[in-house]
């Protein structure tokens, strides 16, 4: 005997609870759900949630490789491969969002202080191999949404992303 919980949603997951029940035991699992409004693309929420997402790296192709998978999830990712690049194309699109690998551009609290307090509505989030950055530790506690390590594990980049467009929604 099995029952459908179809009330419950996990938002943007496309995913809902599935109730299970055999003889003695009780299972509860996550079931993929194309059907309901959990699938909609955030892009589409608003006309005015079309903002790009910068990623900043200055490695090319894992550059290149992050854009392309954020890309495939429906945002509109920009890549940049330098501090200065990024500064001017922050300033020229309508961007919500900033990526920044610390592996492979070096960057200080001073500059990360003054591009959040140029720019209030962008999140930046950061990239590392690296957990602990003693250099950036005011920048880390005040002014970086998130700080993800590599190798990049998707479905936590895309819940970050996924927050702020959410955050930003609301």
Not at 39 to 54: A, D, F, Q, T, Y
Not at 120 to 147: M, N, Q, T, W
């Amino acid at each position: 005997m099995s029952t459908c919980i179809n009330d419950l949603r996990i938002p943007y997951q496309g995913y809902r609870p599935f109730l299970n029940i055999h003889g003695t035991g009780l299972a509860v699992s996550l079931v993929n759900d194309d059907s309901g409004p959990t699938k909609r693309n955030p892009l589409e929420r608003r006309s005015g949630m079309k903002k790009k997402i910068l990623v900043m790296n200055a490695d090319e192709k894992e550059c290149g490789e992050l854009c392309a998978f954020l890309n495939e999830q429906q945002y509109l990712a920009t890549p940049t491969y330098s501090l200065p690049e990024m500064i001017t194309l922050i300033q020229d699109i309508e961007c919500m969002v900033v990526i920044m690998d610390l592996d492979t551009i070096p960057i200080g609290n001073r500059i990360i202080r003054e591009l959040t307090v140029k720019h209030p509505g962008v999140y930046f989030l950061c990239l590392s191999s690296d957990r602990f950055h003693p250099h950036l530790k005011e920048a880390l506690c005040y002014h970086i949404y998130a700080c993800i390590n590599k190798p990049v594990d998707p479905d936590e980049l895309l819940y970050w992303v996924r927050s702020i467009y959410e955050e930003k929604d609301s």
